[in-house]
């Protein structure tokens, strides 16, 4: 079946750790994103990428990078800056970026103890 | 300024009621789209509809219609007879054309709770 995978669904980490969070795609599309939602919020847009060896950062971008060396890869870094890490992590991703669905994966949550 | 509005952060209703979510979005441009979104407790975002600004025709899915007027800047989503089912967050989203992409904001979110 075509999808998008995320893992883990559940992760937990120690204040200072940077963390990967993984998302993989097997529908052929060029377009991936990433968003974070907090409770009681809508998402906001981390980082998408347009093609494969390039990507761009979207409105909440600090302490946070990613990859794009495979089309059907985009993985997320979690790093020891980002101030206020714990949240709810969508990854997605479009055929290309004309107004295209956005199709989404089954989330991360992401809790710093 | 929030460009996506969904006024009801909860809506409870008692299942076979029918009810209307709305979405409420400001934007300067001719040409955008808009979407709704269903989160279920599971997480995951499932699209329910993507639509142009300049299709103005509601449409009906099953259970599920969407009644968008550009004159309100409005794209309300109504399930008839809801069913314990339909409980889920629904995210009303618009796309724009930016410089290098095409931007998706998604508003609020409403939580809808459908009671046996």
């Known amino acids: 079946d075509g999808g998008i995978t995320q893992s883990p669904k559940y992760l937990f980490r120690k204040e200072g750790q940077n963390v990967t969070l993984s998302c993989e795609q097997n529908l052929n599309h060029d377009a991936m994103y990433w968003y974070r939602q907090d409770p009681g919020q809508g998402l906001r847009l981390i980082y998408y990428s347009q093609i494969v060896n390039d990507f761009q950062k979207g409105d909440i971008a600090e302490g946070y990078s990613v990859s794009r060396e495979k089309k059907e890869s985009f993985p997320l870094t979690v790093t020891s800056a980002q101030k206020n890490p714990t949240a709810f992590y969508l990854c997605?991703?479009?055929?290309?970026?004309?107004?295209?669905?956005?199709?989404f994966g089954p989330g991360t949550r992401l809790t710093v103890l | 300024a929030q460009k996506v509005t969904q006024a009801q952060t909860e809506i409870s209703v008692v299942e076979k009621e029918d009810v209307t979510l709305d979405c409420v979005y400001e934007t300067r441009d001719t040409t955008y789209y808009l979407f709704w979104y269903k989160q279920p407790p599971s997480g995951e975002l499932v699209f329910l509809i993507r639509?142009?600004?300049?299709?103005?025709q509601n449409e009906i899915s099953g259970r599920y219609s969407w009644n968008f007027q550009k004159s309100t800047s409005s794209f309300n989503f109504t399930i008839t007879a809801s069913q314990v089912v339909d409980s889920a967050v629904y995210f009303c989203?618009?796309?724009?054309?930016?410089?290098?992409?095409?931007?998706?904001?998604f508003g609020p979110g409403t939580s809808l709770s459908v009671i046996p």
């Open positions: 989203a618009l796309s724009e054309r930016k410089t290098s992409y095409d931007k998706v904001i």
């Open positions: 997605a991703s479009s055929p290309g970026t004309g107004f295209d669905t956005q199709y």
């Open positions: 639509r142009n600004s300049f299709d103005e």
